[in-house]
């Protein structure tokens, strides 16, 4: 009896293992690495598509602002979103953009171009950045022929001169039609009596020059005006130059100061000022030295009565003490500019040794 029994037990525990068995198995077919549930698909990605990246507006009259539309296309399959657009300049802006672009639809981006002060072939760019992952940003182009029908070169007559050259000096301003009729001008009027404008015709209605001139006065200062002349042209009908003077010394000294390291100086320093006469007679210098002793001090003339080199020589251990005024002068034949002063500037140093004196460095000959 027991023995059956044990036998019976035997064999329903078998088959409850082999059928717990088969229940474990996949009914389908299996690889390596495989699940039972799928991995979810791949996220679309925006694409961007430009029906064009270059636009040529061809031949533009100077100062009008011309406008464009710049066509895109999602061909991705996720939404493409436009994150910025930059202009090259501030000649060129972009409008109200399409920000936000399904998967097979258009969009646009406004842009314009003011062509004022400008001549001849221009070409501007407009960077559009996206989240398309291929390309992040895209350089579109705008070309355009900015024609002027009436050239003036230069735009502003800028004369430099000094107190002695100024009733000598001119400007001289070209007047150029780019028009197919001829081009007369009236004579040119001043809004300003300090300067004068006289009219030259270099082309019969084609080419012209405007001579600007500052009016002589006993003292001489800056100055600026406008000169106008009317013209026949229906494109120009009234050309401005904006003229002016800007007056600068007879005589120029550069550095105006001299400036030297912290002192005591570990070596010897030679500084080399530039006196350069621009004025209408020439000049002579003479008697440099320093009002410090130990300094050595040189005039080279480089172009005679006009170019100069005051040469001067600091020692070592050379120190400007607190208090003691430092220059290196020099007087000149000119009337205006009888003596020149140049200030010699070191910074102090708290405990630093004294400066060399006479019973220290030898005094040179213009000391």
């Known amino acids: 009896m027991n023995a059956r029994v044990n036998a019976f037990g035997f064999a329903f525990a078998f088959l409850a293992l082999h059928g717990f068995a088969q229940l474990a198995l996949p009914t389908g077919p299996t690889t390596a690495g495989a699940t039972s549930e799928q991995a979810p698909p791949a996220p679309g990605r925006a694409k961007i598509s430009f029906a064009e990246s270059m636009h040529d507006f061809g031949k533009v009259k100077s100062g009008v ?31 109200e953009w399409s920000q936000r672009v399904e998967p097979g639809m258009t969009g646009r ?65 070209r007047i150029t039609s780019n028009d197919d009729q001829p081009l007369e001008l009236s004579p040119p009027e001043c809004n300003n009596a300090y300067f004068t404008a006289a009219l030259k015709t270099i082309q019969p209605g084609k080419e012209f020059e405007v001579e600007i001139r500052p009016v002589p006065e006993p003292n001489p200062m800056n100055r600026q005006g406008v000169v106008t002349l009317r013209t026949t042209s229906t494109n120009a009908p009234l050309i401005e130059i904006r003229a002016m003077t800007i007056l600068q010394p007879v005589v120029i000294v550069t550095p105006p100061q001299i400036h030297l390291p912290p002192g005591p100086l570990p070596s010897q320093i030679a500084i080399t000022l530039t006196v350069r006469n621009a004025g209408t007679n020439a000049m002579a210098l003479s008697d440099a030295r320093a009002t410090v002793p130990g300094v050595n001090v040189e005039i080279k003339e480089m172009e005679p ?28 034949s000119h009337p205006l500019y009888p003596e020149f002063r140049v200030p010699v500037v070191q910074p102090y140093q708290p405990g630093a040794p004294p400066g060399p004196r006479a019973a220290l460095v030898k005094p040179g000959p213009h000391s």
């Not at 066509?71 to 060129?92: K, Q, W, Y």
């Not at 040469?311 to 220059?327: C, H, R």
């Open 305 to 332: 009565g006009r170019a100069f080199n005051v040469i001067a020589q600091f020692p070592a251990g050379f120190v400007v003490q607190p208090g003691q005024p430092a220059e290196v002068t020099f007087r000149s």
């Open 109 to 173: 981006i406004p842009v314009q171009f003011n062509t004022g002060g400008f001549a001849g072939m221009v070409m501007k760019t407009v960077t559009v950045d996206s989240n398309d992952p291929e390309r992040p940003s895209v350089v579109l182009q705008l070309r355009a022929n900015v024609w002027k029908p009436v050239d003036v070169n230069p735009q502003y007559a800028v004369i430099y001169a000094n107190a002695e050259t100024v009733a000598e000096s001119m400007a001289a301003v």
């Open 65 to 95: 602002v011309v406008t464009h539309e710049f066509m895109f296309t999602n061909v991705g399959d996720a939404p493409l979103e436009i994150t910025g657009v930059r202009t090259s300049c501030g000649c060129t802006t972009a409008g």
